[in-house]
């Protein structure tokens, strides 16, 4: 099992609080450092903060940036909205970071669902989940087509939301054919047939075990009905990071982000390295073969330090 490092900049990130907290991600040797794509806080700030200051970042510019000074560590988005960015112009930018990063990008994409965010930057929201769905799907043939398709070949793509005509299908990522796919959501049915045909992970945030095993499943039932090896997809879950080497630790960094402890080891990973590692392990049991660490007090990366040294090599063998 590899561990990620999952951020939520829109709850009060500036460019330099994120960059700090993805060196201190490749200084621990975790695997990769991932933001969300919101541009509205979401919740109450934590104690003494004001909610969302600065404001939100944009998630495509920041990891340009971030591709240039990092140096290891895999980049990516949990997930962006389809709903903000045409396909053809995302695909654009995603293929530029990647080049810019020397192929370690990883685009993760859903179909959006946050209507305030939506009206607070007059984005344009579709009313009902099957037609954001049906718009992720055209996407994603959209952009996997025209990373996939030939150097001095065009693509075309006529669907019912997006049309696009001799596209001379460029930049090409640097990672051929195409960087690595994420879809992810708790839903049985949408989610994972999206993740069937175009994914290379699908990942489960913030769901209980049962949750989880409920989308795996209805994972390997899309698979099979596109005649797809359901080994072939990658699982993923991200949880809510609580680490700490004493009770004492483990309830500061609670109280730093405005949670309880115990609400913490229900839902999240939350205890000493040994009992995070123990319920890691439950999630492996049932398929799951990484997790994105939310980490959202970005002031902490000891936090960060700690996840690397003590938990990772607990979990690797999972």
């Known amino acids: 099992m590899d561990l990620r490092i999952f951020t939520e900049p829109q709850q009060g990130a500036t460019y330099e ?11 621990a040797g975790l695997d990769a450092f991932f933001r969300s794509d919101h541009y509205l806080v979401m919740g109450e700030a934590p104690p003494g903060k004001k909610a969302g200051l600065p404001g939100p970042t944009d998630s495509w510019v920041t990891l340009g940036a971030l591709a240039r000074d990092t140096e290891r560590v895999r980049l990516g988005t949990l997930m962006t909205s389809a709903t903000f960015r045409l396909p053809g112009p995302l695909a654009i930018s995603v293929a530029q970071v ?3 990063s ?3 990008v990883e685009l993760g994409i859903g179909a ?3 209507t305030a965010e939506h009206r607070a930057y ?7 989940a099957g037609e954001r769905f049906d ?15 030939p150097v001095e070949e065009s693509f075309s793509f006529s669907g019912r939301y997006y049309e696009l005509i001799d596209s001379p299908a460029l930049p090409k990522p640097a990672q051929r054919p195409r960087p690595p796919i994420i879809v ?3 839903g049985t049915r949408r989610t994972p047939m999206v993740a069937a045909r175009y994914a290379d992970e699908c990942n489960v945030g913030f769901g209980s075990l049962d949750e989880v095993r ?5 994972l390997d039932a899309a698979c099979v009905e596109i005649g797809r090896d359901p080994a072939t997809v990658r699982r993923s879950v991200a949880l809510v990071l609580c680490l700490g080497t004493s009770e004492q630790e483990c309830a500061r960094r609670a109280a730093a982000i405005g949670r309880e402890l115990g609400e913490l080891r229900a839902n999240g990973l939350a205890g000493t390295p040994e009992e995070v590692a123990q319920r890691a392990a439950e999630f492996a049991a049932i398929g799951a073969s990484r997790v994105y660490l939310q980490v959202l007090d970005l002031s902490d990366l000891e936090h960060i330090h700690l996840a690397g040294e003590a938990l990772q090599p607990l979990v690797a063998g999972l």
């Open 184 to 186: 992810g959501g708790r």
């Open 102 to 104: 020397g192929g370690r």
């Open 112 to 114: 959006g669902w946050y």
């Open 17 to 27: 609080t994120l960059l700090g907290a993805a060196l201190a991600t490749e200084a």
């Open 98 to 100: 990647d080049a810019m």
């Open 214 to 218: 409920a989308v795996f499943a209805g």
């Open 135 to 149: 718009r992720l799907e055209e996407q994603l043939a959209i952009i996997s087509g025209l990373w996939e398709t």
């Open 122 to 128: 007059g984005i344009p929201f579709p009313e009902t």
